[in-house]
């Protein structure tokens, strides 16, 4: 009879140990940040926006957690990564995010390149060694340098840069949910906290 009662007790003590992790809560100032004037996003999907540049280590940190996450989202959770075009040497990796995008190339050269420069120690930061790169990975490099300075990326950069003013960004990686709450940091909480914060916006809709 000891025996079922202590199995019991360690059955609730581990039940209750994982009501914890699944009702983390987490702290506005602390694990997120709020906008004092949020984006007003209309419709049924709840948008998740990634910040980042290839060139910097905490992004490349954040990176397979955020991938790992985009895999088992929510369906009313659209997901977009949005390369920082802050500065010039940022706005040429940005412009290579979106020539390959429209290529249709994104999601086989996005961690190759994270991985091209961080572990092979490669200087992909301009317009003429990005293009070599991408054509290393079967894009078309002279479609590549007509999107590079094209319409078409240009607004997408433009967006890029109104969305990192809006959202009062100064660094990457940055992860805003529903264009309200900035969630900063390379580590696996990081995913764990915007799942806390889609939930929130969901049950404030």
Known sequence: MKRVLALTGL???????????QAADYVAGKDYKVLDNPE????????????F??????????????EK???????????????????PVWEAS???????????YENKTHDALFDAIHKDGKKLFDQASLANWYASQGV???????????????TKIGRSQAGAKRYQLSGVPAVVVQ???????????????????????????
């Open 11 to 21: 059955a609730c003590a581990i039940g209750f140990a994982n009501m914890g992790v």
């Open 40 to 51: 007003k996003i209309s419709g049924d999907a709840i948008i998740v926006r990634e910040f």
């Open 53 to 66: 540049w290839y060139g910097c280590p905490h992004c490349y940190a954040l990176n397979p957690h955020m």
């Open 69 to 87: 996450w985009a895999k088992s989202k929510d369906k009313d959770v659209a997901f977009f990564k949005t390369p920082a075009a802050l500065n």
């Open 94 to 104: 940005a412009r290579g995010f979106y020539a390959a995008q429209l290529l249709g």
């Open 140 to 154: 078309d490099k002279k479609k590549f340098n007509s999107l590079y300075n094209s319409f078409a990326v240009g």
């Open 179 to 205: 264009g309200k709450y900035v969630v900063s940091g390379e580590s696996a909480k990081v995913p764990k906290v915007v799942e806390f914060l889609v939930d929130k916006v969901r049950a404030e809709k």
